[in-house]
């Protein structure tokens, strides 16, 4: 079956840095996203990786590493606002999404 | 500029009465997609739309029904309404051939079936 493994939660400290790991057993991989879903409101989209490497967008960077099905996001300078799920997908050879069940981060002042 | 549009925003719903999820997107997407999002699971495709006129069952089709008459519009449709549908729908759509092709999605429908 199709798997995608993060972890249920992650606190962290305002100012500091935070890296989510998410792992995946898909068939076949044409692409991984990262999400940022707040309390109550819509998914967003951050990231999207499909060559191996260092995708940096500003306090945010995705990395990923398909020979070891992994991807991880960092987040740098955390703030008070990111504190959110952070969901994260691939699309597999049929080209459909496969989700996991997303990472809460808490972060602490 | 509005994206995608989702109503009711949420919905108490006796259990056997019938809904529809409406949902509109002015972006002029191709493919469309409603996902339900329950506590400790990922989001999860109930059926999908690759471009109008046509339509496919996600991973949890059963008890949904949907339609795409048009580009802007896919309503999904419970033709008789159990406690397990209750849950957070959202519904997205894409541009299959952007070169990333994200999601984007509404603002959800929070439905509770008693």
């Known amino acids: 079956g199709q798997n995608i493994d993060q972890p249920t939660e992650m606190t962290a400290t305002e100012g500091a840095i935070v890296q989510i790991n998410c792992t995946y057993q898909t068939s076949g991989f044409n692409g991984l996203f990262w999400y940022q879903q707040h309390a109550g409101e819509a998914p967003t989209f951050l990231s999207y990786?499909?060559l191996d490497g260092l995708e940096e967008k500003g306090r945010f960077s995705s990395f990923l590493s398909r020979s070891k099905g992994y991807s991880y996001l960092l987040l740098k300078e955390l703030q008070m606002k990111d504190s959110a799920s952070y969901l994260c997908a691939v699309k597999d050879s049929n080209y459909q999404l496969i989700w996991g069940a997303g990472t809460k981060l808490i972060i602490k002042p | 500029t509005a994206g995608i549009t989702q109503a009711p925003t949420s919905q108490i719903l006796a259990a056997g009465r019938s809904m529809t999820l409406r949902c509109t997107q002015d972006m002029r997407h191709n493919a469309m997609y409603w996902y339900r999002q329950d506590l400790g699971l990922g989001l999860r495709l109930i059926h999908y739309s690759n471009t109008a006129g046509t339509t496919g069952k996600g991973e949890v089709p059963d008890g949904y029904s949907v339609s795409r008459a048009n580009t802007d519009d896919f309503p999904l449709t419970l033709a008789s309404a159990v406690p397990s549908q209750t849950s957070v729908y959202f519904c997205?759509?894409?541009?299959?051939?952007?070169?990333?092709?994200?999601?984007?999605f509404g603002e959800g429908s929070r439905l509770t079936v008693l």
């Open positions: 997205a759509s894409s541009d299959s051939g952007a070169s990333t092709g994200e999601l984007f």
């Open positions: 990786n499909v």
